[in-house]
Structures are given as C-alpha cells and as structure tokens.
C-alpha cells in the first residue's frame, strides 16, 4: 500500500477494521455452522411463466462473438436473469466490483441494471482492451465504467477499491487463494457478493473443495499467477457447504440461491445441465454484520 495516498491508506485500513469489530467473537476451534439448511436458501413457489427469459443481451449482440470462451446465447440470457433479473434491487445507484471481468458482459449488465460506475478487473490484457471496447460500443466510458488488468488477488491487496456489490462470476472455480480473494473483498465494504459457480459436489452436507489443475494458456481456465510452476494452474471447486464457512469467516452469508428452477421450467428448450442437476449455483451473499 506504500503507493497509494496516506487518505486512501487510511480509507481501507477503517473499512478492514469496522467488520472486525462489529463482528461477534467466535469460539476457538469450533467451525462455523450453517445458520439454515441449504434447501431453505433456494428461491420456490414462482409462477409458472413468470421467469421467461427476457433475451437481454439481443441488445448487446457483440457479447455474443468478442471472447473465444463465449458460451451459447440460451446459457448467456438465462444466466442475465439470475444475476441481475432476482437481484435488480441491490444495483440501483451501487458502485459495483467484477472480478473476472472477461469482456465485460456483466459490467455492462450492472449498467444497466442501474449501478452507477462499476470497476472489472481481469487477469488477461486482451481481454481487458475488447471490454473496453465492447462497453464503449454501447456508449460506456471511463465515466462510468474502468477494467484492470491484473490478477484479481494482488489488484485487491494493493489498490483502494471500494464498492457496494462484488460480482465473482465464474471465478471462484479458478483460484485457490481463498483467504486472500475473501479478504480483498472485505476490504472493499460491499454489502452484497453475488456468487456463480460450480462444484461436482455443490449440494454435499460435508465441506468440500475439489482440486483440480487447468492449463493457463487456455482462455476460459485459470490464468497464471506467482504461484504457477510449469503449465498448469492449481485450483479449487468448493461446495456450497465449504463457500458457507469460508464467507462466515470473513462476516457474510449466503442470503439465497436464484430460482434456476423456475428459470428452466419457464424456458424448456435452453439447456443448461449444470444448474439443472444442482452442481451449478447463483448465490446472493450478504454482510452478516452491516455497520449501522
């Protein structure tokens, strides 16, 4: 932080310091529960009809060709809807941080959902040239919207970042660096976390974190970082159980899972077989202990 201005320092020093005061003590030793039964964070009882997809990115068609990674459209609108379609309300005039940026279809969706700037950082600086790019092409400069290009760790350990919503969107399959990617997003003193991810075992009872490796030459896998040795990036895929007591630890919650049941019961013919089969999940996480 030697770099940054002392009022700056000073900023994120404070934040990091009110959640751990405001925080209650917890036993040595003793892991963190659950509060509630992981059925009980899934949002049930929609309308039937009621969770069509809207088709928003037909608006933003470039998404649809600027990364080699793109998936099909049916998973990318589907996807829009239980991000921003269940969590609109926590957008209108928030600072957003999105990490893993890629190139920048969900900093433009923040946007649009009325966040008023948003900051996307992401490991690749070719990808942070097309999000500039793309968000300039649908009338976003830096007035409203800035991407970094830098491994998410270090740019949250070594720049002020403050913000009222984090998105880490298919990221935390990615990493491994727990401790530090929690820590980095508790000093920004966002109130909400919004969580995409996936674990062949999401709905286990027991805390579970699969380790796998991927080649960080390809472009939607890991990219590397001061830790790689060699080819290939050593990562983790935590269960719900696991993402639980590792936002317990740094004063958030899970709030409530998107209702991807709804999503695929209103929109049958769009194929998204790992948030069917439950091992892919959108979580809204909380500050557990918001500073009043």
């Known amino acids: 932080m030697a770099s ?14 009110a959640w751990r005061i405001e925080r209650p003590r917890m036993r040595l030793g003793r892991p963190a529960a659950p509060a509630q039964d992981a059925g009980d964070l899934a949002r049930t009882g929609s309308v039937p009809g009621s969770r069509t997809v809207s088709w928003f ?5 470039r998404f649809y060709c600027t990364s080699s990674t793109a998936p099909s459209t049916a998973r990318l609108n589907l996807r829009y809807e239980a991000v921003f379609g269940e969590n609109r309300d926590i957008f209108a005039g928030a600072s957003v941080l999105d990490l893993a940026s890629h190139d920048g279809r969900w900093s433009l969706a923040a946007l649009a959902s009325g966040a008023r700037s948003v900051t996307g950082v ?3 600086p070719e990808l942070v040239k097309v999000a500039v790019e793309n968000l300039g092409a649908y009338g976003y400069g830096a007035d409203r919207v800035r991407f970094v290009a830098g491994d998410a760790h ?5 720049q002020d970042l403050a ?3 984090v998105l880490c969107l298919g990221f935390l399959y990615h ?3 727990y401790n530090e990617l929690l820590d980095g997003i508790r000093r920004t003193g966002a109130r909400y976390l919004i969580i995409d991810t996936f674990s062949p075992y999401m709905m286990g009872p027991v805390p579970n974190v ?8 390809e472009e939607g896998k890991a990219a590397a970082d001061s830790y790689t040795h060699g080819p290939s990036v050593l990562v983790g895929r935590p269960n719900l159980a696991a993402i639980r007591t590792m936002l317990g630890a740094y004063g958030y ?11 695929l019961r209103d929109n049958p013919a769009l194929d998204c077989g790992d948030y069917a089969n439950g091992k892919r999940i959108t979580a809204r996480c909380v500050d557990a202990h918001p500073v009043r």
């Open 163 to 165: 913000a009222d919503v």
């Open 154 to 158: 270090e740019v949250l350990s070594t």
């Open 175 to 177: 990493t491994l660096r």
């Open 57 to 61: 990115f037909e608006q933003f068609p």
């Open 253 to 263: 919650r899970v709030e409530r899972l998107s209702d991807w049941a709804g999503l």
């Open 4 to 17: 940054m201005p002392l009022q700056q320092q000073a900023a994120r020093v404070l934040r990091g310091l």
């Open 122 to 124: 992401e490991a690749r």
């Open 210 to 217: 699969n380790l796998v490796t991927e080649d960080a030459g």
